[in-house]
């Protein structure tokens, strides 16, 4: 080997070679980059831990400020006078249209960074008037809210006999009995995940054995006669049949008529249409990293709701939590090093469809996100932290909860997912989310229930100070969190 002319001894050939494995190896310290696990120099789980623990007395401080200092109740009246002026935020309305321009106004005001608005196209679906009427074997006006992308009844309605079934199965067991008539489920609840698929397939399956319409068990764990809406979907070469929720009530009622032989009539009117996709806006803002900004742990929750209630559960808490991260750290005059980025979806409700177009525009940088964080399922009394992500990462997650011992919530559990996320959770980025009470959370699911009556501003406190210091420490680590 020459260098300038002069040929190396094999001393000096080997002193070179020391130098260059050790830049190289040094290289992704420089970066930011998670190396835990990975060659010679890997640093220790243990240094790894000693780092975290460092953080104690940060966390203790947005604690402090969020449960029993100035910041105490700030995320719930935040939330309270957005829903309160506002209102429920369905995809392509103009109330979801006017909280985003608040909110835009809200985060240039606290004095983040990067404030802007990201355009996408949202469906935008209206479910007009609506009614059912049960006309026999009595005369009852049932509750009813058209599902989500649901058609229309014609303007006189469907006047048809009920077939009630209890799940997919009995329907193709009675299948040619469905024709001409109205499929009403009573499908049991044991949990949403399982119910759910009711709603979402409910009018697909009833019109694949030629029911005229659907009506569906709202999928709640708890029922006061309130029917809970929500998104469904059609099948290309299946009919479009109306379809909606009825509560609880109405749904068991009307399956122990049917045990008993009743002949039950439903008059249904819906005046449910579809418009062209409407234009909206993901909402971000940002504490921009001191060391590696082009990294980051994105905090998030979804701005629109559905059409009833106030969208305060959901998912105005999740949003407005995750603006209370941001606005806790910068009030402490924290900046970690790498950036924090806070994302209000729009049109979650339809499936993701403002997250599914951030991620088509970002997945280029995918590689540079160290976490992705999302609250939508409640900021009730938080129990832990769910998370997804490697065996490595996961262990380094249990550490950084360990933060939060002061109240009482350190628990590091599975399936760290969500509807906004799991585009970059795919992508092998971490993920997390809140562990809530969900019993209590699909009570009010997609309901006119869903107020700010459901909101416990002292809940919305912890649940917040969980959402600071788990987003500070993962942004502020001296390495990203090691993928699979």
């Excluded at 995750?322 to 806070?342: F, M, N, V």
């Amino acid at each position: 080997m020459m260098i300038l002319g002069r040929k190396l001894t094999g001393k000096t050939m080997k002193f070179l070679l020391f130098m260059f494995v050790g830049v190289v190896h040094l290289l992704p310290l420089a970066s930011g980059k998670a190396i835990y696990g990975n060659g010679p120099s890997q640093r220790t789980f243990q240094e790894i831990k000693e780092e975290i623990a460092h953080y104690g007395d940060v966390a203790k401080s947005i604690i402090n400020l969020t449960v029993y200092g100035k910041a105490q109740n700030r995320s719930y009246e935040r939330l309270a006078l957005l829903v309160d002026t506002v209102g429920p935020r369905l995809s392509g309305s103009k109330n979801l249209e006017r909280a985003i321009e608040i909110m835009q106004q809200n985060l240039k005001g606290d004095g983040l960074e990067n404030v802007h608005l990201e355009p996408v196209k949202i469906p935008h679906w209206e479910r007009g008037e609506e009614s059912a009427v049960m006309l026999e074997p009595r005369i009852h006006k049932m509750a009813i809210l058209g599902l989500g992308s649901s058609i229309g009844t014609p303007p006189e309605g469907i006047t048809a006999e009920v077939l009630v079934v209890t799940s997919f199965d009995e329907l193709q067991r009675r299948g040619p009995d469905a024709e001409g008539k109205i499929v009403v489920y009573n499908q049991p609840y044991t949990n949403y995940s399982a119910a759910v698929q009711y709603r979402m397939e409910g009018a697909v399956e009833a019109a694949k054995v030629g029911a005229l319409a659907s009506l569906i068990r709202s999928v709640a764990s708890f029922s006061i006669y309130s029917p809970h809406t929500g998104i469904q979907e059609y099948q290309k070469g299946v009919p479009k049949i109306p379809t909606a929720c009825i509560t609880v009530e109405d749904a068991e009622m009307m399956s122990r008529m049917a045990s008993r032989g009743n002949r039950i009539v439903v008059q249904l009117k819906m005046g449910a249409k579809s418009y062209p996709d409407a234009d909206s806006f993901n909402t971000v803002a940002e504490i921009t990293g001191s060391k590696y900004p082009e990294q980051v742990v994105l905090v998030s929750g979804h701005l629109d709701s559905w059409d009833v209630g106030q969208g305060a559960m959901d998912d105005g808490g999740g949003a407005f939590i995750s603006w209370e991260a941001l606005s806790l750290i910068k009030d402490l005059g924290l900046r970690p090093k790498r950036t924090l980025r806070l994302v209000l979806w729009t049109a979650e409700e339809q499936g993701g469809v403002g997250s599914s177009q951030y991620y088509q525009l970002h997945k280029a940088n995918s590689s540079n996100y160290s976490l992705v964080m999302e609250s939508d399922l409640g900021t009730f009394l938080p129990s832990g932290l769910k998370f997804t992500g490697s065996d490595k990462a996961r262990v380094i997650m249990e550490e950084v909860m360990s933060l939060l011992q002061p109240i009482n919530i350190t628990q590091v559990l599975k399936a760290g997912d969500g509807t906004d996320i799991n585009f970059w959770i795919q992508d092998g980025v971490p993920g997390a989310s809140l562990l809530d009470d969900l019993y209590k959370y699909f009570s009010f699911h997609h309901s006119h229930g869903d107020t700010m009556t459901v909101m416990d501003p002292k809940q919305m406190n912890v649940a917040a100070a969980v959402w600071a210091v788990v987003s500070y420490v993962v942004a502020d680590l001296e390495e990203m969190l090691p993928r699979s």
